[in-house]
Structure formats: C-alpha cells, structure tokens
Nanobody, 122 residues
C-alpha cells in the first residue's frame, strides 16, 4: 500500500515559482509512475505531468509544457513538480498519484495524496 503526501503549496504572485513535493511511503513507490494533477474550484481534475518509475520518461499537458518540470528522487522516495511563471489560472489543489501505467487519465492512478493548495494572485 503506497501512501502519498504532498507539500509545498502556498500563496504567491503572478510570475512567481513554487516547488511541490510528493513523499511516498509504503511498498512500491519507486516501481510506479507518478502523476501530478490539479483541480480548481468548480472544475474537473486535470492532468499536469507524469514521470515513469526510473525518471527517464516524462509527459506534460499543453499548459504545463515549458513552465512546469516533473522530477523524482527514488533514493528519497520523493517526486517533485517545479512550477514557474505562475498565473492566476494555476490556482488549484495539486495532487500527486501513482500508477502502473504512463497515463494522462486520473482513473488509471490507484493511490492519491490529500493535495496541497496553490494560490496565485494577480
């Protein structure tokens, strides 16, 4: 059973950066792909990025490409999402999750963290 805990959210201004962390505990974290998703009020959860178990393969949504960077450190059982050039529309709760697949779909992820709030003001 993998357990995930996100941290690193906060309140920032347009153009600022945040680095989110995802701590994995329990069995198998280093064997799974890690995905980051977000959910804004009144909107559906949306895919941001994933990284494979080894860290060698990544994929990003269009809005994240070039601004966000996903990474992981398996020695520390950690995954990260570096977010740069933040905009007010990036305001959301950010979640990490794990999957046996490399997928952009939330339904393919079987364990989720509780989320961390990021708020970007103009």
């Amino acid at each position: 059973q993998v357990r995930l805990t996100e941290s690193g959210g906060g309140m920032v201004k347009t153009g600022d950066s945040l680095k989110l962390s995802c701590a994995g505990s329990g069995r198998g974290f280093t064997s799974y792909a890690v995905g980051w998703f977000r959910q804004a009020p009144g909107k559906e959860r949306e895919f941001i990025a994933y990284i494979d178990y080894s860290g060698s393969a990544t994929d990003y949504s269009d809005f994240a490409e070039g601004r966000f960077t996903i990474s992981r450190d398996n020695a520390k059982n950690m995954a990260y999402l570096q977010m740069n050039s933040l905009k007010p529309e990036d305001t959301a709760i950010y979640y990490c999750a794990v999957s046996i697949l490399l997928s952009t779909e939330a339904r393919h992820y079987h364990a989720w963290g509780q989320g961390t709030q990021a708020t970007v003001s103009s």
